[in-house]
């Protein structure tokens, strides 16, 4: 297939704290999002709206297009150690395989039944987790093979969302349409759920700090919450929008500060909080207003976030030393 390449002008806030720099995607109403920095330093993403797959070069600000089969619906993708860029065809019932050296795109079709994946996350071992949140299942992929298996999530439209991988290879995952997280046993496939206190709760998207404990995003409610899988313990702190601030895009810096796109406010706001002190230390609004910020990853070699927006921008948000 053959690839598109455009340069285009980059938009520059600079904000305490925070640098933050964003790109132009040259085809228009795309929904570009869920970049992932490859071992070049390349940024990878999916246009949802353009079946495609795209590469952007920050050093020289020239865009690369990879078109996929029509109505494949791409919601996002990662990149393993070759170079081989895998997607979720969130539309078309299959993960994806893309060569970009050649083009050339190999399907997998998930199981009868499983017909969204969702978020693609590496399992640490050559493998793939993965959330199908109409579906609800969470499922995990082995690319040598080819094989899938599924664990049904117990509790009726509890919506698998976003998904992380802890160093001992245990997915966990937030189940958006109920109060809940879970997780599962990767030697068993055994899900267990977790109860969030208050039944208003909707946990979006999730992070890990190095201490073990699992952090996430209320959308509902507003609150960037702190569960301790060592001893079951919950806390949960208001963020700086209240409850319209919708809490979508998630990570954790080198520092273990959590990060999150409040993307209730207009324009979308970046905030930081420590959880050392137990403060918010940073907001910083993103510049082209953004309308949401779905999905964001943390480079730590160049300290940066990557994220893209509903404004059909790639954003970079380069931290202070």
């Known amino acids: 297939m053959r690839a598109l390449v455009t340069t285009a002008l980059a938009v520059l806030g600079v904000l305490a704290g925070v640098d933050v720099q964003e790109w132009p995607v040259p085809w228009e109403r795309t929904r570009p999002r869920d970049p992932y920095v490859a071992p070049d330093g390349r940024v990878w993403f999916v246009g949802q709206a353009g079946d495609y797959v ?11 297009r990879f078109a996929l089969p029509a109505g494949a ?6 990149v393993d150690a070759a170079g081989i860029v895998w997607y979720a065809g969130n539309a078309a019932s299959h993960i994806g395989r893309l060569d970009p050296a050649t083009g050339a795109v190999r399907q997998f079709p998930t199981p009868e039944g499983v017909r969204d994946p969702h978020t693609l996350v590496f399992d640490g071992k050559g493998g793939i987790w993965f959330t199908a949140q109409q579906s609800n299942v969470v499922g995990h992929f082995d690319p040598a093979t080819g094989a899938m298996r ?10 698998p969302y976003g998904i992380v991988v802890a160093p001992d290879g245990r997915p966990w995952v937030v189940l958006f349409g109920t109060n809940r997280l879970a997780t599962v046993d990767p030697s068993t496939f055994t899900l267990r759920e977790i109860p969030l206190p208050r039944d208003g709760a909707r946990p979006r998207r999730l992070s ?24 079951g313990r919950i806390r949960e702190w208001p963020l700086p929008g ?25 324009p979308n706001q970046f905030v930081a909080f420590d959880p050392a002190t137990e403060r ?6 993103i510049p082209s207003g953004a309308g949401s910020v779905r999905h964001m990853v943390f480079h730590a070699p160049t300290r940066t976030i990557w994220f893209g927006t509903d404004a059909n921008t790639i954003g970079r948000a380069r931290l202070d030393d």
Not at 54 to 64: I, K, L, Q, T, W
Not at 73 to 78: E, F, R, V
Not at 280 to 285: C, I, M, R, Y
Request: charge should be negative.
């Open 54 to 64: 795209a590469v952007f070069d920050p050093s020289s600000g020239d865009f690369r």
């Open 73 to 78: 619906g791409p919601h996002n993708l990662i």
């Open 150 to 159: 599924v664990v049904p999530v117990p509790t009726p439209r509890a919506r």
């Open 208 to 231: 890990l700090t190095t201490d073990g404990a699992v952090w996430y995003g209320d959308y509902a409610g507003g609150f960037i919450g702190r569960y301790d899988p060592a001893t």
């Open 242 to 266: 209240g409850a319209g601030s919708l809490p979508y895009a998630m990570i954790t810096d080198d520092r273990d500060r959590l990060w999150l796109v409040e993307t209730g406010p207009r």
């Open 280 to 285: 918010v230390v940073e907001t910083a609004d």
